[in-house]
C-alpha cells in the first residue's frame, strides 16, 4: 500500500502531471457522455483542425488569416458539394440496385449451394446445406427488418442531416476564424504552464497531421485503381465496391478482411467459378498487395509507428466503446495514448531528474 501510495505521490505531485491528467479524463468523460449530442460540434472541431494545416499555409507565405480561411473553407465547400452532386447520387443509385438484386442473388447463391453435395459428397451432406439454407433466411430476414426500421426512421434521420448540413459549416468556419480567441478562453480554466500537456500535443499534432494527409491520400489511390480495374473488368457495383475498399483502408487489417468478402461475392454471383471471376480476384489481390508493400509504406514511413497488435486493439476497444466512430478515429487515439505514454513521467525518467 505504501508502495502505491508512494507512487501517486512521485508522479501526481508535479502540477503538469495533473492537469496532463485532468484533461484526459475531461476529454474522454466529453466525449462518453456528451458525445452524441455534440456530435456537430465534435465533428466541426475535427473538420477544422483537419483545413488548419491548409491555413497555416497560406499564412506562412504572407497572406492574413480571415482570406486564408475564407479561401480553404470555400474549397472545402467546394469539395463536398462535388461528392454530394457528383458521386453520392451514382454510388446511392448502385447500393439502390444491389438491394433491389438481393431477392435473385440469394436464389442464385442457394442453387450453388444445393449443388455442393453432389461436387464434394464427402464435405457437405444435404442436410448441412439445407440447414445453412435456413440460417441464411434467418438472418436476411433479421436483416430486413432492421433495414424497414431504418426506413421508418429516416424522416427524423432526413431533418437531422438538414440540422447538420446547416449548422456543421457554420461551426467550422467560426471554429477556422476564432481559433485564437477559441483557444485563449479556453485555457484561461488551466495553470499557465502546460509544458507537459504542451510536448504531447506538439507530437500529436505532428503525428496526426502527417497520418490523415497519408490517408487521405491512399483512400483517393486506392478507391479509383480499384474502380479502374473493377470497371475495365465490368464489374457490377463497381463504384460502390471500390468505395468500400478506398474506406477500408482506414482499419487496417480488419478493413481489408471485411471488405474483401462483398467484393468476391458479387464476383462469384456475377461470374461462377469462372476465368473472369480469377482474373478478377487476382487483379483485386494485386491493388491490396501494391497498397500493403508500396503506398502505404511511401506514405507512412515515418508516421504513427504503432506495432500491429497496438493497432488491433485500439480498434477492438474503441469501437467496443463509441462504435463505428471509435474505430474511424481508432488509430488517432491509439497515437494519442502513444504520445501521452512516451511524454509521461516514469520512473527512470524521474531518478534521472533525481525526483526519486
Not at 491528467?21 to 475531461?26: D, E, G, K, M
Not at 472541431?45 to 491555413?55: F, R, S, T
Not at 470555400?74 to 458521386?87: N, R, S
Not at 464489374?235 to 471488405?259: D, E, H, K, R, W
Amino acid at each position: 500500500m505504501n508502495s502505491i501510495k508512494s507512487w501517486f505521490q512521485d508522479h501526481f505531485s508535479n502540477p503538469q502531471v495533473f492537469t496532463l491528467a485532468l484533461l484526459l479524463v475531461v476529454f474522454f468523460a466529453v466525449v462518453t457522455f456528451m458525445g452524441q449530442m455534440l456530435t456537430p460540434v465534435l465533428a466541426a472541431v475535427v473538420i477544422a483542425y483537419l483545413l488548419e494545416g491548409l491555413v497555416a499555409r497560406l499564412c506562412r507565405i504572407g497572406m492574413p488569416r480571415l482570406p486564408a480561411v475564407l479561401i480553404v473553407f470555400i474549397a472545402f465547400l467546394i469539395f463536398v458539394g462535388f461528392v454530394g452532386i457528383g458521386l453520392l447520387p451514382l454510388i446511392s443509385r448502385q447500393a439502390t440496385q444491389l438491394i433491389g438484386e438481393i431477392p435473385s442473388m440469394i436464389e442464385q447463391f442457394q442453387g450453388h449451394l444445393m449443388r455442393l453435395p453432389e461436387l464434394y459428397p464427402a464435405l457437405f451432406s444435404p442436410d448441412q446445406v439445407q440447414e445453412l439454407i435456413e440460417l441464411l433466411r434467418l438472418e436476411l430476414t433479421k436483416l430486413g427488418r432492421k433495414i424497414v426500421s431504418v426506413s421508418v426512421s429516416s424522416v427524423v434521420g432526413l431533418i437531422t442531416f438538414i440540422v447538420y448540413a446547416i449548422l456543421l459549416p457554420l461551426l467550422v468556419f467560426f471554429f477556422m476564424k476564432d481559433k485564437q480567441r477559441i483557444l485563449s478562453w479556453a485555457l484561461e480554466f488551466f495553470p499557465s504552464d502546460l509544458t507537459l500537456a504542451a510536448t504531447v500535443w506538439r507530437d500529436l499534432d505532428r503525428q496526426i497531421g502527417n497520418y490523415v494527409r497519408g490517408k487521405f491520400l491512399e483512400i483517393l489511390v486506392v478507391w479509383w485503381a480499384t474502380y479502374i480495374t473493377f470497371a475495365i473488368l465490368g464489374l457490377n457495383f463497381s463504384m460502390l465496391l471500390s468505395l468500400l475498399v478506398g474506406v477500408s483502408v482506414l482499419v487496417p487489417y480488419i478493413g481489408a478482411a471485411v471488405v474483401t468478402f462483398p467484393v468476391a461475392l458479387v464476383a462469384y454471383l456475377q461470374w461462377g467459378p469462372t476465368s473472369d471471376f480469377g482474373l478478377l480476384f487476382g487483379a483485386y489481390l494485386v491493388v491490396q498487395a501494391l497498397d500493403g508493400n508500396a503506398l502505404v509504406p511511401l506514405l507512412f514511413s515515418e508516421v504513427v509507428n504503432l506495432h500491429p497488435v497496438a493497432i488491433i486493439t485500439a480498434v477492438l476497444v474503441f469501437g467496443g466503446l463509441w462504435g463505428f466512430w471509435g474505430v474511424f478515429f481508432a488509430i488517432p487515439l491509439a497515437t494519442l495514448v502513444q504520445a501521452v505514454l512516451t511524454a509521461w513521467p516514469t520512473d527512470s525518467k524521474l531518478r534521472a531528474e533525481g525526483v526519486i
